[in-house]
Structures are given as C-alpha cells and as structure tokens.
C-alpha cells in the first residue's frame, strides 16, 4: 500500500466511524418504511408497522393492528376451545356415564373439606356399603384431576387382574399393562376385596394390588382405593403387607347420608 491508498483508507475509515449509529427510530428506519409504503391489508386498512430487532429494521405484518388483534384473540379462543374439548374427552374415556355429572359439591361439607384440606399426594381409601356412593365420590375426585388437566384414570379392581391375566395370552407383558396405572397422576381403582369376598384374596391379587400401590408410593401419586369391605376385612383379604401401605392412607367410611343429592 503506498503513501496515497494509505492516506485514502484512513478518510474512508474516519467517514464511517463518524456516520451515526442506526438503531430505533433514527432516520435511517424511517427511510425503510418510505421506501416501502405500506401494503394494505385484506381488510383495506394500512398493515401494521413492525420493528424487527435482528433484522434491524421495520417490515409490514401480515395484518393492520385490529386484524392482528383479532387474530390473536380467535387463536386464544381457539385454543380454550380445544383444551375444553380434551377435558371432555378424557371424561367421556375415564368416568362411567352415570358419573359423568358427578361433583364434589354433591357431598356434605364435612366430606368435600377433609378432601381438599388433606395432602395432595395423600392417598384416599373410601370404604362403605354398596350404594352410600363411594363410585360417586371416585368420579367427583378423578374428575377434579381431568378439569385441571392432570393424567387421571379409574378401573375396576376386577377389570386390571382380567387385562393382566389376559396380557398372557396377548404376548403383552404385565409391566406394559400396568404402565399407564402406574404413571398417571391420579388413579381410582373401584372395587377391591370383592372377588372372593370374605376370604383371603389369591396371592396373583394381593401382588397385583401391591405393585400399583407401591409404585405409586414411591412416586408420590395419590392412589383412590374404594371397597364394600371394612378396613379390618380388608387387610384379611389382603394381608397385612397391604394394610402396612394403607397406613398413609386418608380412610374414611361413606354411610349414604353423606351425599346432598340422592342421584344414583
Ligand atoms: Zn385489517
């Protein structure tokens, strides 16, 4: 480089350190917005004027500023419409017909405040005769889960022997069909103690029980159990390995008097 390309790089070097900065609404940005007059949009109003930090300059959205909100507000809506559908949906999937209307406002006061007060993971154990509306009370609950949006499920004690009993046949194995019971958040399972009712529960039953049980201890996810049985039958059917589980157990009795509504 001689003396006079040295001297001409130096004058380009300090013009362009002396040109100001363009960023925000310096002239610069008005220029692009001149240079570009601004497309309309499909409602015939002017499209909205955006600055587009990376890009360093303002582009034309794709709507004027009142389509755009209303975009925006049809997208929310959208969405709340679709989340509401999925709630439904897993209603219709866990909940017994009968059930479907079930609420906790359905049981007196006593009941719904020693369900909400209690831990969340705390499990639930509602034992009772058959029609004081220990399935109602289940439904309410899991219900509760599915409305808030939390993987919920319900199934006859009777029902997930068969399904594993069943897997056998189906080159299925048992852990692919316990999964799903194991890792929602809240399970309901109706009903145990009422295959051999009275007597001791067969070993396949009492493990059965106690793998769903145990794992979902170790998770910390709250477990409904119902049953007809008393809590001392129960832990005669079951054994006491599984009253030791219970001992973390919310237990209480349903009589059907604790019910407002006498819908089932
Ligand atoms: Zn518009």
């Not at 930090?53 to 709340?80: T, V």
């Not at 022997?161 to 399970?187: G, M, Q, W």
């Not at 219970?246 to 209480?252: E, M, P, R, W, Y």
């Amino acid at each position: 480089m001689n003396e006079k390309q040295f001297k001409q790089a130096n004058a380009n070097l300090n013009r362009s350190q002396q040109k100001p900065a363009k960023s925000g609404l310096s002239s610069g940005m008005i220029d692009v917005i001149d240079k570009n007059p601004s497309p309309l949009c499909k409602c015939g109003k002017p499209r909205q004027k955006v600055f587009v930090k990376w890009a360093g300059k303002y582009i034309h959205s794709k709507w004027c500023p009142e389509c755009e909100y209303n975009y925006e507000n049809e997208m929310a809506k959208q969405e709340i419409i679709h989340r509401h559908e999925s709630i439904k949906k897993a209603i219709k999937r866990e909940i017994e017909p009968i059930y479907y209307n079930s609420s906790l406002d359905d049981f007196s006061e006593q009941i719904k405040q020693v369900l909400i007060d209690k831990p969340a993971d705390q499990g639930v154990l509602i034992w009772g005769k058959t029609g004081t509306g220990k399935s109602h009370l289940a439904s309410a609950l899991i219900k509760e889960a599915l409305k808030a949006e939390q993987r919920a499920k319900m199934v006859r004690f009777k029902d997930m022997v068969l399904s594993i009993r069943a897997s056998y046949d189906n080159n299925k194995t048992e852990e692919s069909i316990l999964r799903p019971f194991i890792s929602c958040h809240l399970l309901s399972i109706e009903d145990i103690g009422t295959i051999r009712s009275g007597k001791v529960e067969s070993d396949f039953c009492q493990d059965t029980l106690l793998t769903v049980i145990d794992a979902r201890l170790q998770r910390n996810k709250p477990t409904i159990i119902t049953t007809n049985l008393s809590p001392e039958d129960l832990w005669n059917a079951f054994g006491t390995r599984l009253a030791s589980r219970f001992s973390t157990f919310l237990i209480f009795k349903l009589d059907g008097r604790d019910r407002r509504l006498d819908k089932n």
